[in-house]
């Protein structure tokens, strides 16, 4: 088993930034590939940004690119999602995720593990 418990959510005004973290506990953070994902108010979850075992690779929704950042530090058993430029759009609960196989986390909502979500509100 592996517990993910998300932080660093809240209110921020658009244009703003936000740093979430993941925090994993159980069996070994590093044999796991990570991934955000969002709900936003009447939305389904999407996909936001995905990041290898190792850290080496990663893969971002369009959405995310250039304004968001995903890393992990294996030896901190955490993972992290740094959002700049965050526009009203953004608002959503926001959840990690952890399975064995990146293009798992890129391609389905069929994970091993999940978070209990964030949730990030973007005033305009």
């Known amino acids: 088993q592996v517990q993910l418990v998300e932080s660093g959510g809240g209110l921020v005004q658009a244009g703003g930034s936000l740093r979430l973290s993941c925090a994993a506990s159980?069996?070994?953070?590093?044999?796991?590939?990570m991934g955000w994902f969002r709900q936003g108010p009447g939305k389904e979850r999407e996909f936001v940004a995905a990041i290898s075992r190792s850290g080496d690779s990663t893969y971002y929704a369009n959405s995310a690119k250039g304004r968001f950042t995903i890393s992990r530090d294996n030896a901190k058993n955490t993972g992290y999602l740094q959002m700049n430029s965050l526009k009203p759009g953004d608002t959503a609960v926001y959840y990690c995720a952890a399975d064995r196989e990146m293009s798992v986390i890129v391609t389905t909502k069929a994970l091993d593990y999940w978070g209990q979500g964030t949730q990030v509100t973007v005033s305009s």
């Open positions: 159980g069996r070994t953070f590093s044999s796991y590939a």
